[in-house]
């Protein structure tokens, strides 16, 4: 298979297409493309290409995985939302990075943080990595009272987050999210 090198900002730009838990560099770009294989191995291009369901359940196993081991509650995934998970008592959002680095980084559309800021129930904003087996699981609530002191972060279409790993420190907010830290199962890196 070739390998293609792309700098910073055109992986950056992939990153904000990938489906969270589910997309690979070349997942995106095949979606892009429309490129779709046949069962004859003839690329046919303006075809939608069906979803991994592998993938998707590689993210349900990470998120079981957290719910059951941070909450007493059952829970169900709350559609259209791929990512975010409803019980009793608790809503939650998960967003995924699952690769080897020092630097996290996640883009949150704007859709499932207005669930999490309107429910009654507790919300939390849970920041995956299990390629280095952890997580941050973050209450929504003092998230957004942080974000206060930061006007114009997250005024867009969506939330951008990078967190530097070895500090568990949230750039944008300059806040330190160690205590928010939980191991997890890993997974394998993405490619």
């Known amino acids: 298979m070739p390998v293609i090198k792309v700098d910073n900002q055109v992986y950056?730009?992939?990153?904000?297409?990938?489906?969270?838990?589910?997309?690979?560099?070349?997942?995106?770009?095949?979606r892009l493309l429309r490129l779709d294989n046949g069962d004859d191995g003839n690329l046919s291009f303006g075809q939608d290409r069906p979803r991994n369901p592998g993938r998707f359940s590689e993210m349900g196993r990470v998120a079981r995985e957290i719910l059951a081991a941070e909450f007493a509650d059952d829970f169900s995934r709350v559609a259209p939302y791929r990512c975010l998970y409803e019980g009793r008592k608790a809503l939650i959002y998960f967003q995924n990075f699952n690769k080897m680095t020092d630097h996290l980084w996640?883009?949150?559309g704007r859709a499932p943080l207005e669930k999490l800021a309107v429910?009654?129930?507790?919300?939390f904003l849970c920041?995956?990595?299990?390629?280095?087996?952890?997580?941050?699981?973050?209450?929504?609530?003092?998230?957004?009272k942080r974000q206060k002191h930061f006007p114009d972060y997250g005024k867009g279409d969506?939330?951008?987050?990078?967190?530097?790993?070895?500090?568990?420190?949230?750039?944008?907010?300059?806040?330190?999210?160690?205590?928010?830290?939980?191991?997890?199962?890993?997974?394998d890196e993405a490619e």
């Open 12 to 30: 950056q730009g992939l990153q904000q297409l990938a489906r969270p838990f589910m997309d690979r560099p070349n997942d995106v770009l095949r």
């Open 106 to 108: 996640f883009r949150i």
């Open 119 to 123: 429910t009654r129930k507790r919300a």
């Open 127 to 144: 920041l995956t990595c299990p390629a280095m087996h952890f997580a941050y699981l973050i209450p929504y609530g003092l998230m957004a």
């Open 158 to 187: 969506s939330l951008v987050i990078n967190v530097k790993v070895g500090a568990n420190y949230w750039t944008e907010l300059q806040w330190k999210i160690g205590g928010y830290r939980i191991a997890v199962n890993g997974a």
